[in-house]
Nanobody
């Protein structure tokens, strides 16, 4: 089981990014998946969850209305669309498959002018 994130980078406030998490070794359609983030000096924070039936829950209050979690089962890939980014969204973003106790290596998102 492997998760590989991509899509991070440097973006100005108000900009957008789409993070991807390519999964291998299991079919993402059957499992709950999460996006987490961690800023320096802070604990890892759950950002969003998508269930095996496509239900979405557990958005962090700070990202509601700006971030959208989705997946493409044909590509076995999880996504996080992030709009109207703020400096406080700066963090390393991780995808997680809790059933498999698996984490990606993380992708850095920096929001700065």
């Amino acid at each position: 089981v492997q998760l590989v994130e991509s899509g991070g980078g440097l973006v100005q406030p108000g900009g957008s990014l789409r993070l991807s998490c390519a999964a291998s070794g299991f079919a993402i359609s059957r499992y709950e998946l999460n996006w987490y983030r961690q800023s320096p000096g802070k604990e890892r924070e759950l950002v969003a969850t998508i269930t095996s039936v496509g239900g979405i829950r557990n958005f962090a209050d700070s990202v509601k209305g700006r971030f959208t979690i989705s997946r493409d089962n044909t590509k076995n890939t999880l996504y996080l669309q992030m709009n109207n980014l703020r400096p406080e969204d700066t963090a390393v973003y991780y995808c997680n498959a809790p059933y498999w106790h698996s984490w990606g290596q993380g992708t850095q998102v920096t929001v700065s002018s």
